[in-house]
């Protein structure tokens, strides 16, 4: 497979129609569709379903767009490494991040290199861990931002990681008008009966140390779960539309004057790790060995686990 028919490829499933694909690559229709048959026939399967007026992937079309996407992004993060080297130190450090407040101490860290060398541009991807820790197997993510229930003390093999030093605390949000928020905390039994929206990774039985299943024990099976959430922005407009009762992180959303929402901590108060990891024995462009060496002098108590 040549890099330029799988771009091909992707522009093409994108616009979902051949013709159109052509003219914006400047290509002749004829060209494209023999590109395309060529790389079906070099696979051995059928990769789009093709109508009067577009086309759609098949099956193994929508495999293979998922896996082209991650070569050209690796293809694009290689070639922008290289031409770092020939000129001053410049390029781009991408960085996987569950939802965090300790963001804001990697963010110091991002504004201390990029005094030193403005040329350096940090790429943010936010997702669960299970979706992160693939990225950074593939090359395609530098460091990632794990949040327990994910521990990289599981994969000695994999990780190196720094210890962020603060942790995060679960609790709930709420709407300021609730009954409940007249609480400094909320226990299991203010929760049993409410509708909640539970962040996806948090419920994970995959993890062999989830820390929001053993606070809840054999309660857990008793939670009315409403819903679940990826990104806790939009919970949080579920909660404010009385949804469902949010359970997440502290410090996401903001209280302010205005905020129809607050936070109420769990009681008894469960805090959970957050690490920056990043493979062993992994090869750092210059500005992704730069960074490390920043983390290090910020977390210089807490030298990198192996």
């Known amino acids: 497979m040549e890099i330029r028919v799988l771009k091909y490829f992707l522009t093409v499933a994108e616009i979902g129609n051949i013709t159109k694909a052509a003219n914006s690559m400047h290509l002749t229709q004829p060209t494209l569709s023999r590109q395309l048959q060529d790389l079906e026939k ?36 290689t070639e922008n490494e290289f031409i770092s080297i020939k000129e001053e130190i410049s390029g781009d450090i991408y960085i996987g991040a569950g939802e965090t407040k300790s963001i804001s101490l990697i963010s110091d860290v991002m504004a201390t290199l990029k005094k030193d060398y403005p040329k350096i541009k ?15 197997d593939k090359g395609l993510l530098d460091f990632c931002i794990f949040i327990e229930p994910f521990d990289v003390e ?14 995060d605390v679960w ?10 928020a007249k609480k400094e905390s909320v226990e299991i039994q203010d929760l049993l ?20 299943l053993n606070w809840f024990g054999n309660n857990y099976d008793k939670l009315n779960i409403a819903g ?43 805090e959970v790790e957050v690490n920056i990891a990043w493979k062993k024995n992994q090869i750092f462009s210059r500005p992704s060995k730069l960074f490390l060496e920043e983390l290090n002098k910020k977390f210089l108590s807490q030298l990198p686990r192996t």
């Open 42 to 77: 070099e696979l051995g399967q059928k990769l789009f379903i093709r109508g009067n007026h577009n086309v759609t992937l098949t099956p193994e079309g929508i495999i293979l767009r998922k896996r082209a996407e991650e070569i050209i992004e690796l293809v694009e993060k």
């Open 122 to 136: 940090f790429h943010i991807v936010s997702g669960d861990s299970e979706d992160l820790s693939e990225k950074l």
């Open 154 to 167: 599981m994969y000695p093999q994999k990780y190196n990681y720094l210890n962020l030093g603060e942790k």
């Open 171 to 180: 609790g709930i949000l709420l709407r300021n008008d609730d009954p409940l």
């Open 193 to 212: 009966d409410l509708p909640l929206l539970i962040s996806r990774q948090a419920i994970k039985k995959s993890f062999e140390k989830n820390p929001i």
């Open 228 to 270: 679940t959430y990826n990104l806790i922005y939009n919970a949080a407009i579920m909660t404010e539309n009385k949804i469902g009762y949010t359970l997440g992180l502290d410090r996401l959303i903001k209280d302010t004057i205005n905020s129809p929402l607050c936070f109420r901590p769990l009681n008894p108060k469960l």
